[in-house]
Nanobody, 126 residues
Framework: EVQLVESGGGLVQTGGSLRLSCAAS????????IGWFRQAPGKEREGVGC????????YLVDSVKGRFTISSDNAKNMVYLQMNSLTPEDTGVYYC???????????????????WGQGTQVTVSS
């Protein structure tokens, strides 16, 4: 059974940090990209960044570059989203998703991802 479980969300003040974790199981981890997405209240879900587990390629959207980083621990089937210098605009439910990669790196199109976690809430207070 494929499972993606996010953890690490919470309430933090502006300027604070959180590290989200995504625990993956039930599929061949190194064949997949893991993407991070978020959905703010009243807004559509948007991509934050992704990593190709097989070669470590990572991509972050401009709004989080320099503040967020993505890393992985392939031995543990874990992917992390380190979030620094958080602002209220970063508030939302954060999801990790897994997408099979065949010959190219996945982007942040939701249709590129096959499996989704249940999400973890991140709230940044002003």
């Amino acid at each position: 059974e494929v499972q993606l479980v996010e953890s690490g969300g919470g309430l933090v003040q502006t300027g604070g940090s959180l590290r989200l974790s995504c625990a993956a199981s039930g599929f061949t981890f190194h064949d997949y990209a893991i993407g991070w997405f978020r959905q703010a209240p009243g807004k559509e879900r948007e991509g934050v960044g992704c990593t190709s587990v097989g070669d470590g390629f990572t991509y972050l959207v401009d709004s989080v570059k320099g503040r967020f980083t993505i890393s992985s621990d392939n031995a543990k089937n874990m992917v992390y989203l380190q979030m620094n210098s958080l602002t209220p605009e970063d508030t939302g439910v954060y999801y990790c998703a897994a997408g099979y990669e065949l010959g190219r790196h996945a982007g942040l199109g939701e249709d590129e991802y096959d499996y989704w976690g249940q999400g973890t809430q991140v709230t940044v207070s002003s």
